[in-house]
């Protein structure tokens, strides 16, 4: 699975399931790979929710990875 289509998944899922937003937001590696049933490795994540005066920007990787991030769970 790509990393935009898992994105995608976890985004929708945390809008209908109030419980998987809290438990994602607080742990969210624990989170991914016990819901979705895989590893994140060593990859850090992070869960930011925007509110109605906030949002956020999100500047894609561009360093020499040839994956350009884009990682294959």
């Known amino acids: 699975m790509k990393a935009e289509e898992l994105r995608e998944k976890i985004i929708n899922r945390a ?6 937003k809290q438990n994602l937001l607080k742990e969210p590696n624990k989170t991914i ?14 869960v930011l929710e925007e509110k109605a005066n906030l949002f956020y920007i999100v ?6 990875d040839p994956h350009g991030g884009d990682y294959d769970w």
């Open 15 to 20: 809008i209908c399931d109030d419980e998987f």
């Open 33 to 46: 790979e016990k819901e979705f049933g895989i590893s994140t490795g060593n990859i850090q994540i992070r």
């Open 59 to 64: 500047i894609p990787y561009s360093g020499n």
